[in-house]
């Protein structure tokens, strides 16, 4: 066991921390790090904040761990921002060496933690601070605990009440997508061995109500602190617009199926050489199959949302990799004797490739950079100590990179008249520009600002 820590520690390492701080927030990594900012400055860890305005799209988790992270190393960078993402990836794969080992075995439960550290999904999304690397990581917890615990009298209240707690963090992540995955692959488990009753029986329930604590203990002040009908409207519309499909794109929406697909690999490409009637008995066939479906239903049912994306899908992944580890322990392939073989060199592989990318491509990707050079030009127009004030500045991951005080401002006539350097939008610049008139200042344009996605800003200084 011990040997096996040190083999899935050693791939993690190699594969998730190289490097991890080099790269510039890229993507919705900002909009998971800002937030985190000014929780740290204002003290307010219920409402997140993107600038001016509350972000009410997404629960705070993720902020929390980043701000946590800040705290903690004492430093505000792309590091430590990143590391909870790789630490939550590597919890899951000690989860599935330490609780899985009995039911998959030892081979089985170090092949499902090597497979989880090495699927494309969690290779593209572990090395950034977005949520699918924290909430599916949790999801993954949930599934872990309780795949290997439900059917062990001694142990089915752990496994009920585990699960509910990594669930209940989970809803603080994402959302109740989670509970979906979760509830149709326990009640396919539980279908096939005819213990449904555990549905309405004390560990479930526990657990049950451990979870919706979790998610109150968040959800009741935040709805307190915000405007609960506007909240809980943008709550709707993302679900709506998920059923519904806004923006719907059809030759998108045809490739959910195989990029869905596509985050397991290369470990996907065992399934064809898998069969259940190699298996050791009757009882794990069933298992077999009722896993099978529960994690084929929900993928197919998400998958053809005309709104989905394949990411949507990213949960299942602990659930799939359980079933291929069942196959591995079980030596339920065509190929038994090269099968061993295979997955070491693979494993090698992808590993190597990481290395690869960290040390060769990292520095490439370094010159390319679109958000930082923003942040530079800023530094170098306003002088060192000023404040810096944003006015409804919209999501701009550079202000992350400003290394002087932002007080951030919903309205143009929120000026002070001290009010030296001021970031607008270009709509807002000629308010900004008569109000300062009025109080016998001059605000004038000093250095236009255009981002990576085409939004622009402008920087006024007082003259």
Known sequence: MARSFFYVTLVW???YLPRLGSLEF???EGRRVLPAVTMLE??????PQIGSEPYLRKPPLVNWLVAGSFQIFGIRNEWAARLPSVLCVLFVAFAFLALASRPLGPNGSLAAAMFWLTNFGLLEKGRMI????????????????WLS?????????????????????????????????????????????????????????????????????WAIPYFQMTHADHAAAVWARQFSGRLEGENFQFFAWLLN???????????????????????????????????????GVPFFLVSLLPGALPRYNMPLLAP????LALFVKEHARVWPKQLRRAITWTIVAVTVAMLIYSVAIIPFLQRREKVRPIARKLEAAIPPNET?????????????????????????????????????QPKDEKLAEAIALEGARHLRPSLPLKDYRGKRAVLLQAR
Do not use: C
Request: aromatic content about 16%; charged content about 15%.
């Open 42 to 47: 204002t003290g307010n860890y219920i409402v």
């Open 388 to 424: 810096l004030y944003a006015v409804d500045p919209d999501y701009q991951p550079y202000l992350f990179y400003l290394n002087r005080p932002i007080r951030y401002l919903s309205a143009v006539s929120d000026l002070p008249a001290t009010a030296n350097f001021v970031l607008v």
């Open 320 to 323: 799939a990799i359980w079933l």
């Open 26 to 28: 890229k993507s919705e």
């Open 257 to 295: 199926l195989p990029r869905g697909l596509a985050y397991l690999l290369p470990w996907v490409a065992l399934f064809p050489f898998t069969r259940f009637e190699k298996l050791e008995n009757a009882a794990e066939r069933r298992f077999a199959g009722a896993l099978s479906l529960g994690v």
């Open 130 to 145: 977005e949520i699918e690397a924290v909430y599916v990581s949790l999801s993954g917890l949930a599934f872990v605990v």
């Open 13 to 15: 390492a190699l594969i």
């Open 149 to 217: 615990w439900w059917n062990v009298p001694q142990r089915r209240w752990a496994a009920w009440v585990l699960a509910g707690l990594f669930l209940g963090l989970a809803l603080l992540a994402k959302g109740p997508l989670a509970l979906l995955f979760f509830y149709t692959v326990v009640i396919a488990v539980l279908w096939q061995a005819k213990e449904l009753r555990q549905l309405w029986r004390g560990p479930h329930l526990a657990g049950l109500i451990l979870m919706l604590a979790i998610f109150a203990a």
